[in-house]
């Protein structure tokens, strides 16, 4: 089992920066990717950024510019830093994590975190 438990999101203004934390229990060893997802009503869960356990980041092309996946090993947590936020970028994130066990591939999910940018 891996726990994933999210923070930080909230309202923030037009061009703004908000930091989502995402911390990581349990089955740590398992692990062998983690990133962010969000999610608009009525769409498709997308990818934002994850990262593999050697430190492989892959970004949405469309947010690279902006946002910056980065991890601490030693929180076993993940950082979202996303900057000049506008309203497109309105949506549920929510924090992934793949395990392997043996050669059973398991998808883990947080609760999810609002992210609202209005002004």
């Known amino acids: 089992q891996v726990h994933l438990v999210e923070s930080g999101g909230g309202l923030v203004q037009p061009g703004g920066s908000l930091r989502l934390s995402c911390a990581a229990s349990g089955s740590i060893h398992t692990i062998r990717v983690m990133g962010w997802y969000r999610q608009t009503p009525g769409k498709q869960r997308e990818l934002v950024a994850t990262?593999?356990?050697?430190?492989?980041?892959v970004y949405d092309d469309s947010l690279k510019d902006r946002f910056t996946l980065s991890r601490d090993d030693a929180k076993n947590t993940v950082y979202l830093e996303m900057n000049r936020l506008s309203p497109e970028d309105t949506a549920v994130y929510y924090c992934y994590a793949g395990s392997t066990v043996l050669d059973d591939e398991q998808d883990w999910w947080g609760q999810g975190t609002q992210v609202t940018v209005s002004s």
């Open positions: 990262i593999t356990e050697g430190g492989s980041i």
